[in-house]
């Protein structure tokens, strides 16, 4: 089997996805868009790249002479296959010598529309063929294609090694389960809220939409068809068992349709009543419960976490900001368990107690996030975004163009200058000081940790030398735990202006309770590196350098100062 890696590259909006020219200086590209897709193919190992819907330097993604043949081809020696997004090409000539290998979705959406003959009308079909047989295009080029797409094939299907495969087993099931688990991160726990204690609950109300409603339905690409999906209301109630009642109070309405893409999840979430009546309903339950756990966040309808649209604020929808200060109100124990792919508004933070990242977990969502609020699993994820309070307090918005400047060319093409740079994320939090909602790396445990000083092998190191760092960390609580430890780098003085300090490295450690381990980092100067966009080439300039060890981008627990000399 082959992983596809997707959608290459900076394709980063969905408004106007297939006509949206993005404008960014190269060291952006290079320093921010791009490090993912090279690990990918140089350290992954990646047989197949799809390219993106956006355009680049006025060249679609999937047939785009700089992103595929220069990059991708060119400077990472790329020997796998790139495949179009469905509908992605537009352009025969380009299709042919631009890099492209494979063409899908362009003429039939594989189901009724353009099923008799489409693929004949492919820009790589009969329009390739004509070209060549009237002599205006060569093969070589086609050769290529054939031979990446023959490789592919090798590696896969005709592999006579190859191992036997399974779907739905016991295993995988286990797997979602645990990933499920370490990926949910524990935004907030104050006065130790959670994990919830049935020695001391005789009720637990849960209360939101998505406590109930499939989220493997929807999406656009990302919707499934599982064999099952336990939901956090039913993985809560599983868990809980005889031990305590769970109620259950709807909060609000959102999308209570059951199809998407032809898919049908089978559920039908409709309820006619008023939002007034609903919050009354659910805010009696909560008066009368030990916890009160909402499930509610985003879902994979048009304009929240789903494709070809983007949302419409960063807020949460369907009124749900008004249920949980209801709720706040109505009980001191209240747990929100935010179910999104993405960063949300928090204007009751301060009322809310407990604040669960809970992601889409798949198949085992409802066992996942029960082990967490349950306590049966310390979480230990972190967040690989920021959360900001606005988004005012993000550079692409701030200075930004979104979404984009529609040009008078007579063209639908819009163009979008990413005016921001390299400063997104935590390195613009950091540059324009800042608080963000909930900091890049951020998540909290059942447990506590201990950092100890941080200590460097070297003082100083000369170009393509390397260095380690050294630290312990103890685990000064009553249970179990890991941690996630991340290395952050500063480049105290650059010619080019950079960020003040950059993720360059991280480790998990598991620790029972009372237990030190000593945590190890090894960096070479790529680490101290930017790209200097004149000269088109990584640069590690002579210097002082300084180090930064913390449980997040803003939780730092030491530093050490080095040179390159």
């Not at 039939?108 to 492919?122: E, H, I, V």
């Not at 868990?239 to 049908?264: I, L, Q």
């Not at 368990?337 to 204007?347: E, H, L, R, Y």
């Amino acid at each position: 089997m082959a992983a596809c890696v997707k959608h290459y590259a900076l394709n980063n909006q969905e408004v106007n996805r297939h006509t949206t020219n993005v404008i960014v200086d190269d060291r952006a590209l290079y320093e921010i868009y791009l490090p993912a897709f090279k690990a990918a193919v140089q350290e992954g190992k990646a047989w197949a790249i799809m390219g993106s819907y956006n355009l680049y330097k006025d060249q679609h993604g999937c047939h785009n002479q700089y992103l595929l043949n220069d990059i991708l081809k060119g400077e990472w020696g790329f020997d796998g296959v790139v495949i179009s997004d469905w509908g992605g090409v537009h352009n025969t000539q380009q299709a042919i010598t631009n890099g492209l290998d494979m063409e899908f979705g362009s003429w039939t959406n594989g189901l009724s529309n353009g099923a008799s003959n489409a693929y004949d009308n492919y820009y790589l079909a009969d329009p390739y063929l004509q070209l060549i047989r009237e002599g205006k295009v060569g093969t070589k080029e086609l050769d290529d294609k054939v031979r990446r797409i023959l490789r592919l094939a090798y590696r896969t299907n005709m592999d006579r090694n190859r191992p036997y495969g399974s779907l739905c087993s016991d295993a995988h099931f286990a797997a979602a389960r645990q990933i499920g688990e370490e990926g949910i991160v524990l935004l907030q726990n104050k006065n130790n809220v959670l994990p919830i204690d049935l020695n001391r609950a005789k009720k637990i109300a849960v209360i939101g939409e998505n406590a109930v409603k499939m989220m493997t339905v929807g999406g656009g690409s990302s919707s499934l068809k599982v064999k099952y999906e336990l939901s956090p209301l039913d993985g809560i109630r599983r868990r809980v068992g005889d031990k305590a009642e769970v109620v259950y109070a709807r909060g609000y309405v959102g999308d209570p349709s059951g199809e998407y893409n032809g898919v049908k999840s089978g559920q039908d979430l409709e309820d006619s009543r008023s939002p007034e009546e609903l919050i009354a309903e659910a805010v009696a339950v909560a008066r009368e419960a030990d916890y009160v756990i909402f499930i509610g966040g985003l879902n994979k309808s048009a304009h929240q976490d789903c494709e070809d649209a983007d949302r419409k604020e960063l807020g949460l929808s369907y009124g749900q900001d008004q249920v949980i200060a209801a709720l706040a109100q109505a009980n001191k124990n209240l747990i929100m368990v935010n179910i999104s792919g993405n960063a949300i508004a928090m204007p009751w933070v301060k009322e809310v107690p407990a604040i669960v990242q809970a992601w889409y977990l798949g198949s085992e969502a409802g066992n996942a996030i029960a082990s967490v609020l349950l306590g049966d699993v310390n979480p230990a994820g972190k967040l690989p975004f920021t959360f900001p309070v606005s988004l005012q307090d993000v550079g692409a918005h701030q200075l930004g163009e979104y979404p984009g400047t529609p040009r008078n060319d007579g063209s639908n093409l819009v163009d979008e200058k990413y005016n921001e740079s390299i400063f997104v994320g935590y390195r613009w939090a950091d540059k324009q000081k800042t608080r963000p909602l909930f900091s890049f790396g951020h998540g909290l445990s059942y447990t506590t940790f201990e950092y100890g000083k941080v200590t460097a092998d070297k003082k100083a190191i000369v170009k393509d030398e390397p260095i380690t760092f050294t630290l312990t960390v103890k685990n000064t609580g009553d249970r179990e735990g890991a941690e996630v430890v991340q290395l952050y780098i500063s480049d105290k003085k650059s010619s080019l202006p950079r960020p003040i300090k950059e993720l360059k490295g991280f480790q998990k450690v598991y620790l029972q309770p009372g237990e030190v381990k000593q945590v190890s980092f090894t960096i070479g100067t790529d680490a101290l590196s930017f790209f200097d966009d004149g000269k088109h080439e990584w640069i590690a300039e002579p210097g002082q350098f300084e180090t930064l060890v913390g449980a997040s981008s803003t939780d730092i627990r030491g530093k050490v100062v080095f040179e390159l000399k």
